[in-house]
């Protein structure tokens, strides 16, 4: 698939790809604005950008984890503290430097995603940067003054909003906003960056400040503590909020014994709890008289899953049933697993209908398949959009096989007019107008949708 086709196919990747060629377009306008002078750098430019990057990677290594898969820490601070201190150029040249070197080398994310939450950052520190810029925001000692207070409200409602707003959209269209509990990562996420632009403010005022060498390095220690001191404050505040779901999930179970009654609540609870795939969890098969493990997809990359640390036997590996949509694989593979080994099976799930049927020849044109009436291969099978009787070059077709047998499967849900292409030698016997009509839900199955024919001599 090429790549045009790849984002056509996923809104999630032209969000993507918008906020990463946003982030470059950032990048070579704050590069072109210092390079040509419209944008002055001041002593020391260089070695601040070199400061504020450690201190924003250090900010994303001892982040606080959410519930699930969330996770937030002070980097918003750091470019706002940026974005202040010197204008919109430093926040852009800072923002992927600290999220790079942060979760790439420091908290051993894949590049891809680090790349990714570099270019989110980027890119909405320069659009929040620039509103600051265009509605006359000071930088400097001048950023804190009391007519500075509306670009000041705005870059602190914008800059946000822009970087997790592009960030979760993304994730959402991905369909990989599973593992995130919407309501506490919402409000945590709230909490830091409170936080976070609090104590930029502060390490201005404090960088600034025109007061004695004793006085100021007692003043820097004391927000310095603060920072340190506020990251576990809030980490424990947020374990709080998990015991609460952990209690709700006990309550689930502890309300009906019955697990098969509970299981979707409980699934509900525990993945905003945990990394799904990061789980084991069994229940009970009376069927089988076993325990079975259960994995979920919902919440991985790609539909992935994974069961780990299984002893040798045989097993059987399968899929429950997914609402409006159809299976395209098995829908359960035996396997014998032997000690230390590992299989790998797919399961293909799809949205859309299956029309399935024969083209038979009806010798005695009753309308139903007799003994000694065969299936008529290579017959043209056609959805007759337009229902004019005739195959057009825009209209889905298929060949029967051997045996007559056809299969329609790349419909979506809707009603459809389904014929066989006639020739001078043949006729419909069955239907007796040469069209069948069939209307589907998502993943719904028509079968013996068969198509009868005779001879004309």
Not at 73 to 102: C, E, F, K, N, Q
Request: aromatic share 6%; proline share 5%; charged share 15%.
């Amino acid at each position: 698939m090429s790549s045009l086709s790849r984002l056509k196919a996923s809104p999630a990747l032209v969000v993507r790809a918008l906020v990463a060629l946003a982030a470059a377009g950032a990048i070579a306008a704050a590069v072109t604005a210092l390079a040509t002078g419209r944008v002055s750098r001041g002593a020391g430019f260089a070695q601040e950008i070199l400061v504020l990057a450690v201190v924003g990677a250090l900010a994303r290594r001892y982040g606080i984890p959410l519930p699930g898969k969330g996770f937030t820490s002070y980097i918003l601070g750091v470019t706002a503290y940026a974005i202040l201190d010197r204008g919109w150029p430093l926040g852009v040249l800072v923002a992927p430097a600290a999220m790079i070197t942060g979760d790439l080398a420091l908290r051993r994310l894949p590049a891809a995603t680090a790349l990714d939450n570099a270019a989110h950052l980027t890119a909405g520190s320069a659009v929040a940067g620039l509103a600051y810029a265009r509605l006359g925001g000071t930088t400097g000692p001048d950023a804190l003054a009391p007519d500075n207070l509306l670009p000041l409200v705005t870059l602190l409602v914008l800059l946000p909003c822009i970087v997790n707003g592009t960030f979760y959209l993304q994730l959402a269209l991905g369909r990989a906003i599973a593992w995130v509990d919407a309501r506490l990562t919402a409000r945590w996420e709230a909490v830091v960056y409170v936080c976070s632009f609090g104590l930029a403010l502060g390490w201005l005022a404090v960088m600034h400040a025109n007061v004695g060498g004793i006085r100021l390095v007692g003043i820097g220690a004391a927000l310095l503590g603060a920072t340190v001191a506020s990251g576990p404050v809030i980490r424990r505040a947020v374990r709080a909020d998990e015991l609460a779901l952990i209690q709700d999930l006990s309550q689930a179970i502890a309300r009906d014994i019955s697990l098969a009654k509970s299981f979707q609540r409980i699934q509900e609870l525990a993945r905003r709890l945990v990394p799904w795939e990061h789980m084991g969890f069994a229940r009970y098969d009376a069927a089988s008289n076993e325990m079975e493990l259960v994995a979920d997809t919902a919440a991985t990359d790609h539909g992935r899953f994974r069961f780990d640390a299984l002893p040798p036997r045989k097993y059987r590996l399968r899929i429950t049933p997914v609402p409006n949509r159809r299976a395209t694989t098995p829908v359960f593979y035996d396997l014998t697993l032997p000690a230390a080994a590992s299989r790998s099976r797919t399961f293909g799930q799809t949205y859309n209908i299956l029309i399935s049927g024969r083209v038979f020849e009806d010798l005695n044109s009753n309308g139903v398949i007799d003994a000694g009436e065969v299936g008529l291969a290579s017959v043209t099978v056609f959805v007759d959009a337009d229902n004019d009787g005739v195959p057009d070059s825009d209209e889905l077709s298929v060949l029967t096989d051997a045996a007559g047998r056809y299969a329609i499967t790349a419909l979506p849900s809707g009603t459809f007019n389904i014929r066989v292409h006639t020739t001078s030698s043949s006729a419909n016997t069955v239907p007796g107008s040469g069209r069948r009509t069939v209307t589907l839900s998502s993943g719904q199955v028509a079968a013996n949708v068969n198509l009868g024919q005779r001879r004309i001599a």
